[in-house]
């Protein structure tokens, strides 16, 4: 990996490469929970990059809360940044995926406050690409589901509070399958994609703008059509079977 020097965007690209192959590497196992990541002098040399670069890396892990330095020991791996870092099984039914949703609507509006009040440069064009690739998924009529999730991780990310996205990213399963069937919900309905895509619109509006009510208030209703309409059919036919018993 050749470093291009001179050119932020370009140590910026470097560094981010460098911090994707480390958490990679940290969520699949390939270390354990305290284990000592290799120093900054040993990763610049494997990546062939400058030790700068290696330690915005590293810092970046350490916002993530995957791992955290000792004084004049180096960095560690977090037992929470391990695969299922919180412990949570496989999603088995129905019921789970409400769970599921109902956790983020405690958790990922309060994110999106944050994330207004406290954003970057950087923090908005993680949240504009996924938006992009939204876009462009919804021109297709697609669900994009892995720019969804990255479109919601970023906003936690833009937080400030790693806590947030360490949440997002140990759901990132749980959630993936909450996609995938709310997608298939939206092509069923006109203009179903159109009206999701608008609603992360108006969200990252709210982010860029710096106003953490708004924000707030709009991840909210989003996640509630989500859910709403994820589990308005299942509703229906309850109440239809409860009805009918009745009678």
């Given at each position: 990996?050749s470093?291009?020097?001179g050119?932020?965007?370009?140590?910026?690209?470097?560094?981010?490469?460098?911090?994707?192959?480390?958490?990679?590497?940290?969520?699949?196992?390939s270390?354990?929970?305290d284990?000592?990541?290799?120093?900054?002098h040993?990763?610049?040399?494997?990546?062939?990059?400058s030790?700068p670069?290696?330690?915005?890396?590293?810092?970046k892990?350490?916002?993530?809360?995957?791992?955290?330095?000792?004084r004049?020991?180096?960095?560690f791996?977090?037992?929470?940044?391990?695969r299922q870092?919180?412990?949570?099984?496989?999603?088995?039914?129905?019921?789970?995926l409400?769970?599921c949703?109902?956790?983020?609507?405690s958790?990922?509006?309060?994110?999106?406050?944050?994330?207004?009040?406290?954003?970057?440069?950087d923090?908005?064009?993680?949240?504009?690409?996924?938006l992009?690739?939204?876009?462009?998924?919804?021109?297709?009529?697609?669900?994009?589901?892995?720019a969804?999730f990255?479109?919601?991780?970023?906003i936690?990310?833009a937080?400030?509070?790693h806590?947030y996205?360490?949440?997002?990213?140990?759901?990132?399963?749980?959630?993936?399958?909450?996609?995938q069937?709310?997608?298939?919900?939206?092509?069923?309905?006109?203009?179903g994609?159109?009206?999701?895509f608008?609603?992360?619109?108006?969200?990252v509006?709210a982010?860029?703008?710096?106003?953490?009510?708004?924000?707030?208030?709009l991840?909210?209703?989003?996640?509630?059509g989500?859910?709403?309409r994820?589990?308005?059919g299942?509703?229906?036919?309850?109440?239809?079977?409860?009805?009918?018993?009745?009678?």
């Amino acid at each position: 990996m050749s470093e291009q020097r001179g050119s932020t965007s370009g140590r910026r690209s470097l560094g981010e490469m460098i911090y994707e192959q480390l958490q990679r590497a940290i969520k699949s196992g390939s270390y354990q929970a305290d284990e000592r990541l290799p120093t900054e002098h040993e990763l610049a040399a494997e990546f062939q990059v400058s030790r700068p670069i290696v330690r915005d890396a590293l810092q970046k892990l350490r916002e993530q809360g995957l791992i955290y330095s000792r004084r004049g020991a180096g960095s560690f791996v977090r037992s929470v940044g391990l695969r299922q870092p919180l412990g949570f099984g496989q999603i088995e039914n129905i019921a789970d995926l409400e769970d599921c949703y109902d956790f983020r609507l405690s958790v990922e509006p309060e994110a999106a406050a944050r994330a207004a009040e406290r954003h970057n440069e950087d923090d908005i064009k993680r949240i504009q690409s996924a938006l992009k690739v939204l876009r462009d998924a919804t021109n297709r009529r697609r669900h994009h589901e892995d720019a969804d999730f990255q479109f919601h991780l970023a906003i936690s990310q833009a937080s400030g509070n790693h806590y947030y996205a360490t949440a997002m990213e140990a759901l990132e399963d749980h959630i993936a399958v909450g996609m995938q069937f709310h997608g298939l919900s939206l092509k069923a309905t006109p203009d179903g994609l159109q009206h999701v895509f608008e609603e992360h619109k108006a969200i990252v509006e709210a982010i860029e703008q710096r106003q953490p009510s708004v924000a707030r208030d709009l991840m909210r209703e989003h996640l509630t059509g989500s859910r709403d309409r994820l589990f308005e059919g299942k509703r229906r036919a309850s109440t239809s079977s409860s009805t009918s018993k009745a009678e």
